[in-house]
């Protein structure tokens, strides 16, 4: 007998509450950590509270991907063994090499998208993952196809995208999938950009996860418990919506770059109003975009003295 529990906490981020989940069989398993806040943390332990349980009874915890909203509670679960994907590892540690690489990869690609340097303030820092996040150490990794432990019948997908190291936990027979932030009911999970930890991977992050949604479409799932927003039962419907939303959204920009853009006047274009304040995250959903259209012919990228400029192919005949 199992059964899975979700847990919901607040997160100061826009997006607002993230779902833990606690499965419970002859063990009890965590999935995602919530964020590093006192009010997370109260909210957390009252919930396990109401289902009979306390902190001490949680045997592991099993995390999604790296973002702080997933992982922030194990700063108050210091001796819980934590498993993730193997490139989860650097997003855990403190580390001044992972810092710079981190920080100035993001300074670099500020200049190649030409962002004003009056939004320098906006350029992620790699200290920024530690605010609501938190430091861990890895007691074991969960590879595509392993056996997650103490979990019979759960098998770890890796489903990149959204994050490098994104994994979801699937269930064949139930025909459920716990998915972390690769579907969501209300939102798109955006492919979010990631400095090169790991070369060669996660370098156009939406083609990574439209090649996810394709491989959940291929999968039996009945039942997907999301990191936010509600339970989703019909996840192949929703699954096909956002390949065509995204497709449309990405061919829509394809009048504006007749002539040569820069990443960031196709992020105004594209964000008129959001850019502004989050343009950290605009500028990753353009750069998506446009990772898409260059992958499918429809424009070039030209470097011109270090900066980008994207422009409509020229139509062949
Ligand atoms: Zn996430
Ligand atoms: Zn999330």
Same mark, same amino acid.
């Given at each position: 007998m199992?059964n899975? #529990? =979700?847990?919901?906490?607040?997160?100061p981020y826009?997006?607002g509450d993230?779902?833990?989940?606690?499965?419970?069989?002859?063990?009890?398993?965590?999935i995602?950590?919530?964020?590093?806040?006192?009010?997370? /943390?109260?909210?957390?332990?009252?919930?396990?509270?109401?289902?009979?349980?306390?902190?001490?009874?949680?045997?592991?915890?099993?995390?999604?991907h790296?973002?702080?909203?997933? *992982?922030?509670l @194990?700063?108050?679960?210091?001796?819980v063994?934590?498993?993730g994907?193997?490139?989860?590892?650097? /997003?855990?540690? %403190?580390?001044?090499?992972?810092a710079?690489? #981190?920080n100035?990869y993001?300074?670099?690609?500020?200049? =190649?998208?030409?962002?004003?340097?009056?939004?320098?303030?906006?350029?992620?820092?790699? +200290?920024?993952q530690?605010?609501?996040?938190?430091?861990?150490? @890895?007691?074991?990794?969960?590879?595509?196809?392993a056996?997650?432990?103490?979990?019979?019948?759960w098998? *770890?997908?890796?489903?990149p995208?959204?994050?490098?190291n994104h994994?979801? @936990? %699937?269930?064949?027979e139930?025909e459920?999938?716990?998915?972390?932030d690769?579907?969501l009911?209300?939102? &798109?999970s955006?492919?979010?950009?990631?400095?090169?930890?790991? &070369?060669? +991977?996660? +370098?156009?992050? =939406?083609? +990574?996860?439209?090649n996810?949604? =394709?491989?959940?479409?291929?999968?039996?799932?009945?039942?997907i418990?999301?990191?936010?927003?509600?339970v989703i039962?019909?996840?192949?419907e929703?699954?096909?919506?956002?390949?065509?939303?995204?497709?449309?959204?990405?061919?829509s920009? @394809?009048?504006?770059l007749e002539e040569?853009?820069?990443?960031?006047?196709i992020?105004?274009?594209?964000?008129?109003?959001?850019?502004?304040k989050q343009l950290?995250l605009?500028?990753?959903?353009?750069?998506?975009?446009?990772?898409?259209?260059?992958e499918?012919? #429809?424009?070039?990228?030209?470097?011109?003295?270090g900066?980008?400029?994207?422009?409509?192919?020229? &139509?062949?005949?």
């Amino acid at each position: 007998m199992e059964n899975i #529990y =979700q847990i919901t906490v607040p997160t100061p981020y826009q997006i607002g509450d993230v779902h833990l989940y606690v499965i419970v069989n002859d063990s009890i398993t965590l999935i995602d950590a919530g964020v590093k806040t006192e009010k997370a /943390w109260i909210a957390f332990k009252n919930q396990l509270a109401s289902l009979h349980l306390t902190v001490e009874d949680i045997d592991q915890v099993i995390l999604t991907h790296h973002h702080p909203d997933h *992982v922030g509670l @194990l700063h108050y679960l210091p001796s819980v063994p934590v498993y993730g994907h193997p490139h989860i590892e650097p /997003w855990l540690t %403190y580390k001044k090499s992972t810092a710079k690489t #981190y920080n100035s990869y993001f300074e670099k690609l500020f200049l =190649q998208l030409s962002v004003p340097h009056s939004y320098k303030s906006q350029i992620p820092r790699f +200290e920024g993952q530690f605010k609501y996040g938190a430091e861990a150490k @890895l007691a074991g990794t969960l590879l595509e196809g392993a056996s997650p432990p103490l979990l019979k019948g759960w098998k *770890v997908l890796h489903m990149p995208g959204h994050a490098g190291n994104h994994i979801a @936990l %699937y269930h064949e027979e139930k025909e459920e999938l716990i998915a972390g932030d690769v579907l969501l009911d209300k939102i &798109v999970s955006n492919p979010l950009i990631e400095p090169p930890f790991f &070369v060669g +991977e996660h +370098e156009k992050p =939406q083609l +990574e996860y439209n090649n996810s949604l =394709q491989r959940l479409l291929s999968l039996k799932v009945q039942k997907i418990y999301p990191g936010h927003g509600k339970v989703i039962e019909n996840v192949s419907e929703l699954t096909r919506e956002r390949i065509i939303k995204q497709r449309k959204k990405a061919e829509s920009l @394809l009048p504006f770059l007749e002539e040569g853009k820069t990443g960031f006047e196709i992020c105004q274009h594209l964000f008129p109003h959001a850019y502004e304040k989050q343009l950290a995250l605009t500028l990753s959903m353009t750069l998506a975009q446009l990772h898409y259209l260059e992958e499918v012919g #429809y424009i070039q990228k030209v470097e011109k003295q270090g900066k980008w400029f994207f422009k409509k192919s020229e &139509v062949k005949v």
